[in-house]
């Protein structure tokens, strides 16, 4: 119910329309706001329950639910009045108040390797996200902040500072709105931001992946990366199936430290101890994200203090080559380095890989991504 005069619209702090009890005391549950201060609410990122709460609001008919989850997370469709199946007086309805949330991409870089960088809107931000094709797999790494607060020496992200938390439709839309979506075997939460910091938007997108209603995709085919919030880190082992990736970088907590500034409330150690806590037996898997730094983290110690810290937990361990960020004093080892780290890992017992750089000539890779340029 909108009552309208040639500047002003009475508008009820909820959602149309009201009910009857409201509709009697209507002055009690109004206020005067301009027509700019008007805007719709997305649908994408809600439930069905939630949804059918907005059908019942608007006093559509009850099967209008079903149909709509049905467009946005089966169809994927942007426009409601592309919900064909909905009546011309139900879209139009709907449109007044609610949009999809999902926007396509407005720019695309493409490397000569074949992975693709996109930005996406965050309201008055920009994001990015990587697709990777290899061979059978296609993986797409998402973003879920807007900078990050972290603010690791290496990430190019960190350095432009923190703006905000995406909202569940922004972190969605990326997945959604992908050209290449319906290629995708797997996706990471490798992107602009530290995943655990956005817990409860996280965990409903992941819901959302996996729940049969939305995509029904397996938790296996989901990895989420984080620096080690402890607490948010334990939750989520309890709340999630989803595979687990922990950025170490250094064994050692004053090298970890310099490169890490998270290390002093979460050491390395602690967050080792955490993650054996769990039982990863199964198919989920717990794996070790180690950028390499030319003269810094690849020695015999290291090795050592890796297997000490690791045990006998079962996991993998992949070695990232560093990637340049502008003004940052770290370079990048050479070939043999790697692999010889990697060798002695794996003599230590520890399944170590090295893991392709991709994108790098479009700054998609590991490290990369960012939009400080595009901050107003």
């Not at 989803?242 to 998270?262: G, Q, T, Y």
């Not at 602690?270 to 070790?288: C, M, N, P, T, Y």
């Not at 790098?360 to 590991?366: F, L």
Request: with cysteine; net charge neutral; charged share 25%.
């Amino acid at each position: 119910m909108v009552f309208q005069n040639d500047v002003q619209k009475y508008i009820f702090f909820g959602v149309w329309p009201l009910s009857k009890l409201e509709q009697d005391n209507f002055p009690y549950f109004c206020t005067i706001v301009t027509e700019r201060d008007m805007e719709k609410q997305i649908l994408l990122g809600k439930t069905p329950a939630e949804i059918q709460e907005v059908v019942e609001k608007l006093e559509l008919p009850k099967f209008t639910g079903k149909q709509i989850v049905d467009w946005i997370y089966q169809k994927r469709c942007a426009s409601i009045e592309d919900m064909t199946n909905l009546s011309k007086a139900s879209r139009a309805l709907l449109s007044e108040y609610y949009e999809t949330g999902l926007k396509a991409p407005v720019k695309e870089q493409v490397s000569t390797d074949g992975t693709k960088k996109y930005l996406f809107p965050a309201g008055n931000h920009f994001i990015e996200a990587a697709y990777i094709p290899d061979r059978e797999r296609a993986t797409l790494c998402v973003s879920t902040q807007v900078g990050c607060q972290m603010d690791c020496l290496f990430c190019a992200t960190g350095k432009q500072g923190f703006q905000k938390n995406l909202s569940v439709a922004e972190i969605m839309n990326q997945i959604l709105s992908l050209p290449e979506f319906d290629t995708l075997t797997n996706i990471v939460f490798m992107g602009m931001g530290e995943p655990l910091a956005n817990y409860d938007n996280l965990m409903r997108c992941l819901d959302i992946l996996t729940q049969e209603w939305a995509l029904g995709w397996s938790p296996t085919r989901i990895t989420v990366s984080t620096c080690g919030l402890i607490p948010n880190l334990k939750r989520f082992l309890e709340e999630s199936k989803c595979n687990l990736a922990i950025s170490m970088h250094s064994p050692f907590h004053d090298e970890r430290l310099k490169l890490m500034p998270v290390e002093k409330s979460y050491p390395i150690k602690e967050v080792i101890h955490a993650v054996k806590q769990h039982d990863w037996h199964g198919q989920r898997r717990l794996s070790f994200e180690y950028i390499i730094f030319k003269d810094l983290n690849h020695s015999k110690d290291h090795i050592k203090e890796i297997a000490r810290l690791l045990g006998s937990t079962r996991c993998r361990f992949n070695l990232i080559r560093y990637h340049a960020v502008p003004g940052i004093p770290l370079k990048s080892p050479d070939a043999a380095t790697m692999t010889w780290f990697r060798d002695a890992l794996n003599e230590k017992g520890i399944i170590a890989t090295i893991r392709a750089s991709r994108g790098q000539d479009i700054d998609a890779a590991c490290g990369l991504l960012s939009t400080k340029n595009l901050l107003s």
